[in-house]
C-alpha cells in the first residue's frame, strides 16, 4: 500500500534541504543589497569627484585674480613709496628684506602656523594678520600648498588600501576642532621638513628623535601586515642611530649588567639560569664560533642575542625595546615610504642602499656603512645587515592588526608568545627589506642575522 507520510528519515532530509534554500535566498538578497550599497557608494564617490574639480577650478580662478591683484598693489605701493623721505624708503627696504627673511624660513613659526591655519574653514580673524591684498594671496597660497599635501597623503592611502581607487581624487574632510586641527597641521608640516637631530643616551649611544604624525602601517600586499591602517603618535620618541654594536653589547656584559636580575623579565632571569637557547635545549648556545665568525668587529652589529637579552641590555642602558609600530614609523616616516630612501629598491642599482644576501659577501656590515639607505629621522640600516627583536608580540588570532598598543601585545611577562623582529638581513632576500614587512621568533631563539636598537620615551 502506498505511504503519504514520509519517514523520520526522509522529513529530516527534506528539512534541510528547505533550510539550505531558504539560506541561499538569504545570502542572495544580502549580496544584492551589497552591491545595491557599493553602487551608491559609487555613485555619491562620482558626484563628490565632480563637486571637487568644480571647486578647484573655482579656487583656480579667484587666486589668480588674487594674484594680479596683489601685484598690482604691489606697483601701487612701490610708485607710491618712490614719493616718500630717505629715511621712510630705509625702513620700507629693511622691513621688506625682513619679510622676505621670514617668507624664506621654512620651520619659521610663521609658515607653520600658516600651514595650521589652512585647515580652518573659515579661517579664524585672530590667527592670520591680513594686511592687504598681497597678504590675502599669501594667505591663499599656502592653502592650496597645505591641500596638496593632504590630498597627496589620502592619495598614498588610497592607492595602499586599494590600488584600483588610487585613480580617484582623494576627498579630506576634516572632523577635528580647529584647535586640534591647528596642532595636527603643524605636526605634518614638521614632520615632511623634519631634519635628523641627534642626541646621545646615559652611556653616550647615538640616538634620534622621532617626532609626532601620522602614517599609514602595515603593507596591502601581506596578509601577515594587512589590514593597512592610519597610526599617529602624539607624543615624540627617541630611537637608536645604529643597531647596538659588538662593542657596546660587551660593556653591558662586562660592566655586571648581563648579571644583574633588575635589568631582566622574569622569564629572562629563568632563561638565563638554564642558559636555553632553543626550546628543550639545555647545552647552552651552539651558535657562538658561527655567530663571531660573521659579526667580530667591534663595530659590527651584535648577533646571536635572544629576546631576552635585547630586552635586559636596552634596560641596562636606561632605555627600552622599539614597539613594532614605533620602529616601522621611524623607518618608513609620515610618506609612509616603502624603504627608509623610498619606494622602490632594485638589486645591483641600489646596493648601496642595504645589505642583503645579494652584496653581503656572507658577512654582517659595520654599523651606519651604507648612508645611503639613511631613514628620514636619521636612523641607519633599518633595512637590511640585521634584523631587530621589537617589544611586540605576535599572534594573529589574539592581536591581529590594526595594531593597538594597549590590547596586550606589549606585555614584557609573556614568556611563550613570538615576538616580531623588522627590517630584513644581511642572509635574506630583498623582500625583508620592505619596512612593514613582519618576522617572527621564539624570545630564546638566537640567530646569525639577528641583532637589535632600542628606544626611549
Not at 1 to 13: D, G, K, Q
Not at 89 to 99: D, E, H, K, M, V
Not at 331 to 352: C, K, L, V
Not at 445 to 453: C, K
Amino acid at each position: 500500500m502506498a505511504r503519504n507520510v514520509p519517514s523520520a528519515e526522509e522529513r529530516a532530509f527534506l528539512d534541510a534541504a528547505i533550510a539550505d534554500q531558504q539560506t541561499q535566498e538569504r545570502d542572495e538578497r544580502e549580496r544584492q543589497a551589497r552591491e545595491l550599497e557599493l553602487a551608491k557608494l559609487a555613485e555619491a564617490a562620482e558626484r563628490d569627484r565632480a563637486v571637487r574639480f568644480q571647486r578647484a577650478a573655482l579656487l583656480a580662478g579667484a587666486i589668480a585674480l588674487l594674484a594680479v591683484a596683489g601685484i598690482i598693489v604691489a606697483i601701487i605701493a612701490v610708485l607710491g613709496a618712490a614719493s616718500q623721505t630717505v629715511s621712510a624708503n630705509n625702513q620700507l627696504g629693511t622691513a621688506t628684506i625682513a619679510q622676505g627673511q621670514a617668507v624664506a624660513t621654512g620651520n619659521g613659526a610663521n609658515t607653520l602656523v600658516a600651514i595650521a591655519n589652512a585647515t580652518l574653514t573659515p579661517i579664524p580673524p585672530t590667527l592670520t594678520a591680513v594686511s592687504g591684498n598681497l597678504n590675502a594671496a599669501l594667505a591663499q597660497q599656502a592653502t592650496l600648498q597645505f591641500n596638496a599635501t593632504i590630498s597627496a597623503f589620502d592619495q598614498n592611502r588610497l592607492s595602499t588600501l586599494v590600488p584600483i581607487l588610487a585613480q580617484v581624487p582623494p576627498t579630506y574632510s576634516p572632523t577635528l576642532s580647529w584647535q586640534q586641527k591647528i596642532a595636527t597641521a603643524t605636526a605634518i608640516a614638521t614632520a615632511y621638513q623634519w631634519t635628523p637631530q641627534p642626541s646621545k643616551d646615559a652611556k653616550n649611544i647615538d640616538m634620534v628623535l622621532v617626532p609626532t604624525g601620522c602614517f599609514l602601517m602595515g603593507y596591502a600586499g601581506n596578509s601577515d601586515s594587512s589590514p593597512v591602517s592610519e597610526l599617529c603618535f602624539d607624543k615624540p620618541f627617541w630611537i637608536d642611530t645604529y643597531d647596538v654594536t659588538n662593542k657596546a653589547f660587551s660593556e653591558f656584559v662586562t660592566s655586571g649588567g648581563y648579571k644583574d636580575d633588575k635589568n631582566w623579565t622574569q622569564g629572562g632571569v629563568a632563561w638565563r639560569a638554564d642558559k636555553v637557547t632553543w626550546p628543550g635545549d639545555t647545552n647552552g648556545s651552539k651558535l657562538d664560533i658561527l655567530c663571531t665568525g660573521v659579526s667580530s668587529d667591534p663595530d659590527q652589529p651584535v648577533v646571536c642575542v635572544t629576546w631576552y637579552e635585547a630586552y635586559a641590555y636596552c634596560q641596562w642602558r636606561g632605555v627600552r625595546l622599539p614597539t613594532e609600530a614605533e620602529w616601522e614609523y621611524a623607518a618608513r616616516g609620515p610618506a609612509s615610504r616603502s624603504y627608509p630612501w623610498g619606494d622602490s629598491f632594485t638589486e645591483g642599482q641600489d646596493d648601496d642602499k642595504a645589505v642583503y644576501t645579494g652584496n653581503s659577501g656572507n658577512n654582517t656590515a659595520k654599523v651606519g656603512s651604507k648612508p645611503a639607505g639613511v631613514s628620514w629621522v636619521g636612523a641607519y640600516d633599518m633595512a637590511g645587515n640585521v634584523f631587530d627583536w621589537t617589544s611586540s608580540i605576535y599572534d594573529r588570532q589574539k592581536f591581529p592588526y590594526p595594531y593597538n598598543a594597549n590590547d596586550g601585545r606589549e606585555s614584557k611577562d609573556d614568556t611563550t608568545s613570538l615576538r616580531v623582529l623588522r627590517g630584513g638581513s644581511w642572509v635574506l632576500s630583498t623582500t625583508y627589506l620592505r619596512a612593514a614587512v613582519r618576522f617572527v621568533l621564539h624570545p630564546v631563539r638566537e640567530s646569525l642575522y639577528i641583532g637589535f636598537r632600542c628606544a626611549r620615551s
